[in-house]
């Protein structure tokens, strides 16, 4: 059964930082991604960053790039979001999704809160 655990969010400080981790468990598959996703009240849920397990390419949206940092643990299967000079508007719940390619099924994380105050 695959198991995808997230965790690290909370509340910050405007310019604060935070780090997020998912840690993925259940399969042995070489070939997945994984994705950070958030989601404020009344808003739709976007893609924030993502890295390949085959290659460690990572993407980032255009709002967070030059503060955020994607990274795994390939070890420990387990992939970090380092979340710098927090805004309020980084407020959302964090989704983390895990895709795996051999079987082209999307795995979803329970969701973390961050707050950021001014």
């Known amino acids: 059964e695959v198991q995808v655990v997230e965790s690290g969010g909370g509340l910050a400080q405007a310019g604060g930082s935070l780090r997020l981790s998912c840690v993925v468990s259940g399969f042995t598959f070489d070939d997945y991604a994984i994705a950070w996703f958030r989601q404020a009240p009344g808003k739709e849920r976007e893609g924030v960053s993502c890295?390949?397990?085959?290659?460690?390419?990572?993407y980032y949206t255009d709002s967070v790039k030059g503060r955020f940092t994607i990274s795994s643990d390939n070890a420990k299967n387990t992939v970090y979001l380092q979340m710098n000079s927090l805004k309020p508007e980084d407020t959302a719940v964090y989704y983390c999704?895990?895709?795996?390619?051999?079987?082209?099924?999307?795995?979803w994380g329970q969701g973390t809160q961050v707050t950021v105050s001014s």
């Open positions: 890295i390949s397990r085959r290659d460690g390419s990572t």
């Open positions: 999704k895990v895709t795996l390619f051999s079987v082209r099924r999307d795995y």
